[in-house]
């Protein structure tokens, strides 16, 4: 059985105990399922296209495959982060053979040039190592053991557009929240031939190089803090009147992903009755990014207020905007009043 | 830095230095080197050479004396390597649940770390593992009460950009 298709870690029974019993210095809560770490060295620009060529002729299932982890890469970074384009004329370099500066140890490794190119060098089929021999599944016909070409080339570009490696929780319940790992897996531990990033590798690409637009979805990875705005068309009215309500949603994060206007997504109207909120209505999507309108009726004068809750797939928190208060003039009696309105349950 | 500051991180550099005399010989770390990389070809290439590599670490307690440990995975300065589990150097062995300690020349800095013991059948690793939880500052931890062979893993971060893990394979015998 080879080394990487092992369970690596087993939850320990009685953490805390074996906590004690292994652990002789100042223990800190385990991390996990934060998004990757970075690697630093800069970034690159946004969207920028990195171009690549071939180093030490790898063989055409070599290329098929690295290819692969290029497309899959590009497809799932689900941010502005650069994409990979082979240009046999590129300014970067995907290496496959003998000569490899990866360690002693290293199946394969990477270095980054911010801001116009990296390296990346796999080592050859068959190296013998002091631990076993070197199996890439696309040229082994994949036995188990063999590691993943295109997986461990998605985990390399990983690297390449800043993403250190994940730390898992001890028991490794997150490990396919990434695919930038200290140790990959062989096959047929799962996550061995995982083809597109994980949810904690695109947090730290959206932290660092944004998400593509303000429709796109932030990963669940991250934790994202909003504020919604909200104005009323009027503020004094007589009964009965159509006020138009108009809230904006923007995140309001760190660096990349403050103030980021948030389109599509689900932003109530609420007001207050007896010190409570009730919904009114969903509001639609506004004229511009990020806005989101409805008008009602009003009959009475009320406080009112826009509601974003948190989205259960998708790293955005809740916000509630401040209140705006509405005041009705000639409040509705009689059989003219509507029994029900929305807007005056 | 205060005057405060620099006093605790002589006194840290004393003890350590004892320390490591104390506990025998070490061997010659591991030569910073690397495989020639491949030659570079048009114009823009890349030098691939690392600037600065993980220091070694080394694993005191045992028996016989400190041993060098395997370097695996590791990111440095904008390089990155990524290597399996290693089994760890032979040699080392200890009684259980003895103190064990892994020091770094040339020192790093600050450190997070966690370990991972892995049980060892016929020299390949077998399906017992424990891993601690992450610690900052010296890395001290203690050998496993089960006897038998293990390799054990240590995960160190030294700040941004900067991580890598060792292995040593450690007999624990009554």
Same mark, same amino acid.
């Given at each position: 059985?080879?080394?990487?298709?092992?369970?690596?870690?087993?939850?320990?029974?009685?953490?805390?105990?074996?906590?004690?019993?292994?652990?002789?210095? &100042?223990?800190?809560?385990?991390?996990?399922?934060?998004?990757?770490?970075?690697?630093?060295?800069?970034?690159?620009?946004?969207?920028?296209?990195?171009?690549?060529?071939?180093?030490?002729?790898?063989?055409?299932?070599?290329?098929?495959?690295?290819?692969?982890?290029?497309?899959?890469?590009? !497809?799932?970074?689900?941010?502005?982060?650069?994409?990979?384009?082979?240009?046999?004329?590129?300014?970067?370099?995907?290496?496959?053979?003998?000569?490899?500066? @990866?360690?002693?140890?290293?199946?394969?490794?990477?270095?980054?040039?911010?801001?116009?190119?990296?390296?990346?060098?796999?080592?050859?089929?068959?190296?013998?190592?002091?631990?076993?021999?070197?199996?890439? @599944?696309?040229?082994?016909?994949?036995?188990?053991?063999?590691?993943?070409?295109?997986?461990?080339?998605?985990?390399?570009?990983?690297?390449?557009?800043?993403?250190?490696?994940?730390?898992?929780?001890?028991?490794?319940?997150?490990?396919?929240?990434?695919?930038?790992? !200290?140790?990959?897996?062989?096959?047929?531990?799962?996550?061995?031939?995982?083809?597109?990033?994980?949810? @904690?590798?695109?947090?730290?690409?959206?932290?660092?190089?944004?998400?593509?637009?303000?429709?796109?979805?932030?990963?669940?990875?991250?934790? *994202?803090?909003?504020?919604?705005?909200?104005?009323?068309?009027?503020?004094?009215?007589?009964?009965?009147?159509?006020?138009?309500?108009?809230?904006?949603?923007?995140?309001?994060?760190?660096?990349?992903?403050?103030?980021?206007?948030?389109?599509?997504?689900?932003?109530?109207?609420?007001?207050?009755?007896?010190?409570?909120?009730?919904?009114?209505?969903?509001?639609?999507?506004?004229?511009?990014?990020?806005?989101?309108? *409805?008008? &009602?009726?009003?009959?009475?004068?009320?406080?009112?207020?826009?509601?974003?809750?948190?989205?259960?797939?998708?790293?955005?928190?809740?916000?509630?905007? !401040? !209140?705006?208060?509405?005041?009705?003039?000639?409040? @509705?009696?009689?059989?003219?009043?509507?029994?029900?309105?929305?807007?005056?349950? | 830095?205060?005057?405060?500051?620099?006093?605790?991180?002589?006194?840290? =550099?004393?003890? =350590?230095?004892?320390?490591?005399?104390?506990?025998?010989?070490?061997?010659?770390?591991?030569?910073?080197?690397?495989?020639?990389?491949?030659?570079?070809?048009?114009?823009?290439?890349?030098?691939?050479?690392?600037?600065?590599?993980?220091?070694?670490?080394?694993?005191?307690?045992?028996?016989?004396?400190?041993?060098?440990?395997? =370097?695996?995975?590791?990111?440095?300065? #904008?390089?990155?390597?990524?290597?399996?589990?290693?089994? #760890?150097?032979?040699?080392?062995?200890?009684?259980?649940?003895?103190?064990?300690?892994?020091?770094?020349?040339?020192?790093?800095?600050?450190?997070?770390?966690?370990?991972?013991?892995?049980? =060892?059948?016929?020299?390949?690793? #077998?399906?017992?593992?424990?891993?601690?939880?992450?610690?900052?500052?010296?890395?001290?931890?203690?050998?496993?009460?089960?006897?038998?062979?293990?390799?054990? #893993?240590?995960?160190?971060?030294?700040?941004?950009?900067?991580?890598?893990?060792?292995?040593?394979?450690?007999?624990?015998?009554?």
């Amino acid at each position: 059985m080879s080394i990487r298709s092992l369970p690596r870690r087993l939850v320990v029974s009685a953490a805390g105990a074996a906590v004690a019993l292994l652990v002789g210095g &100042v223990l800190t809560p385990a991390a996990g399922h934060d998004p990757d770490p970075l690697l630093g060295g800069g970034l690159y620009d946004q969207n920028q296209v990195l171009t690549y060529r071939w180093g030490g002729g790898p063989p055409t299932a070599m290329r098929t495959a690295m290819n692969e982890g290029v497309a899959d890469a590009n !497809a799932s970074r689900k941010s502005r982060a650069p994409t990979f384009a082979y240009n046999a004329k590129g300014d970067s370099t995907v290496y496959y053979g003998t000569d490899v500066p @990866c360690g002693v140890n290293g199946l394969a490794c990477m270095r980054r040039w911010v801001p116009d190119s990296f390296g990346v060098w796999f080592r050859e089929n068959g190296h013998r190592f002091d631990w076993g021999t070197l199996r890439w @599944c696309e040229l082994s016909g994949s036995p188990d053991g063999c590691y993943e070409v295109e997986n461990v080339m998605l985990d390399e570009l990983g690297h390449v557009l800043v993403l250190g490696h994940h730390e898992n929780f001890a028991n490794e319940s997150d490990y396919e929240d990434a695919v930038v790992q !200290a140790l990959s897996r062989t096959k047929p531990k799962s996550g061995w031939n995982a083809h597109a990033f994980g949810r @904690c590798d695109v947090a730290t690409l959206q932290q660092q190089y944004d998400i593509p637009n303000s429709t796109s979805p932030y990963s669940t990875c991250l934790e *994202v803090p909003t504020t919604l705005a909200l104005s009323a068309s009027k503020t004094t009215v007589a009964a009965g009147s159509m006020v138009t309500f108009t809230a904006t949603l923007r995140t309001d994060g760190s660096g990349r992903l403050s103030n980021n206007l948030v389109t599509s997504r689900n932003v109530v109207l609420q007001h207050r009755l007896s010190g409570t909120w009730y919904d009114v209505a969903t509001m639609a999507a506004g004229s511009s990014a990020g806005t989101y309108a *409805v008008s &009602v009726n009003v009959w009475a004068s009320r406080d009112y207020r826009a509601l974003f809750r948190k989205p259960p797939a998708e790293g955005l928190l809740a916000s509630s905007s !401040a !209140a705006v208060s509405i005041t009705v003039s000639g409040t @509705c009696t009689g059989s003219a009043c509507p029994q029900s309105t929305p807007a005056d349950r | 830095m205060s005057a405060h500051a620099v006093s605790v991180r002589v006194t840290v =550099l004393a003890v =350590l230095l004892v320390t490591l005399a104390a506990c025998g010989p070490v061997p010659p770390p591991t030569p910073a080197t690397e495989p020639t990389p491949p030659p570079a070809s048009g114009p823009g290439a890349p030098t691939p050479i690392p600037d600065a590599q993980p220091p070694d670490a080394i694993l005191s307690g045992l028996i016989e004396g400190n041993v060098v440990g395997d =370097l695996g995975t590791y990111s440095w300065d #904008g390089f990155v390597s990524d290597a399996p589990w290693l089994t #760890g150097p032979a040699g080392g062995s200890t009684t259980p649940v003895r103190h064990l300690a892994v020091s770094f020349r040339p020192t790093p800095g600050d450190v997070t770390w966690h370990v991972e013991w892995v049980r =060892l059948a016929g020299g390949r690793p #077998g399906n017992t593992v424990t891993s601690t939880v992450p610690a900052f500052g010296p890395v001290r931890f203690d050998a496993p009460a089960a006897t038998g062979d293990w390799s054990v #893993g240590l995960f160190a971060r030294f700040g941004a950009g900067r991580d890598a893990a060792w292995f040593w394979r450690v007999e624990v015998a009554p």
